[in-house]
């Protein structure tokens, strides 16, 4: 069973689309976040959400709009796509419960170039 | 300058090798976090720390609160441990991480 899935994989499209990466996990977690790791390796939070509420929004662009529709899952809708999107995506959930860190487990990525 | 410091950025070693990757951060933090990354792209976490030593088989990781510094330690490495290690921080209570930029490890057979 996989904990936290995400689909698409592999996302290659033009520049301009509007594009939709979608998360799910069911380990029960109330937490569930999205990450950007560019070019660079690097990660950089995102997105926060716990149960269906917005709790972290980092200075991303507004054309990028998660949506929980329940705790078990967060999508990730990106408009006007522009090259700089290009970069792996990663879902990942754990179970905050109040403000006690807890570790996270992380979706396998997606994959996004944007031409 | 990044909160969140590794070293060394890349790393070789020989099969069996006694590895030390290193990580420190410049900000209050409620706990910090081995990850690690495989070569097909995937994150595992490893640990999550806020005081003192833990252990996993060959993996060791400690934190030193005061000198706001972590190590991971990998004993007889193998090449299956090459990948990439990332340190990341909860900044101030907060679910938030902050990741370093991440170790690469190559354990040569």
């Known amino acids: 069973d996989t904990a936290v899935s995400q689909t698409p994989k592999y996302l290659v499209t033009q520049m301009g689309n509007d594009k939709s990466i979608k998360c799910e996990q069911n380990?029960?977690?109330?937490?569930m976040y999205w990450y950007k790791q560019d070019s660079k390796k690097f990660l950089k939070i995102m997105f926060s959400?716990?149960?269906?509420?917005?709790?972290i929004n980092e200075t991303v662009p507004n054309r990028f709009s998660p949506k929980s529709p329940d705790k078990a899952h967060l999508n990730l809708h990106i408009n006007s796509l522009e090259l700089g999107d290009s970069a792996v995506y990663f879902c990942a959930s754990s179970q905050a419960v109040g403000r006690i860190e807890e570790t996270q487990y992380f979706g396998p990525g997606t994959r996004l170039l944007v031409l | 300058k990044n909160e969140v410091e590794q070293s060394p950025q890349n790393l070789t070693a020989q099969e069996g090798e006694f590895i030390t990757i290193n990580c420190s951060y410049s900000v209050g933090i409620s706990a910090l976090h081995w990850l690690q990354q495989h070569p097909g792209g995937g994150i595992v976490s490893l640990f999550m720390l806020s005081s003192g030593k833990k252990k996993h088989g060959r993996l060791i990781a400690t934190i030193n609160i005061q000198e706001k510094h972590s190590s991971l330690h990998i004993t007889a490495s193998h090449p299956r441990d090459s990948a990439v290690y990332i340190c990341a921080v909860n900044k101030g209570g907060s679910e938030k991480l902050v990741f370093g930029k991440g170790t690469k490890l190559t354990v040569n057979p």
């Open positions: 959400y716990n149960n269906k509420e917005l709790i």
């Open positions: 380990l029960g977690h109330d937490t």
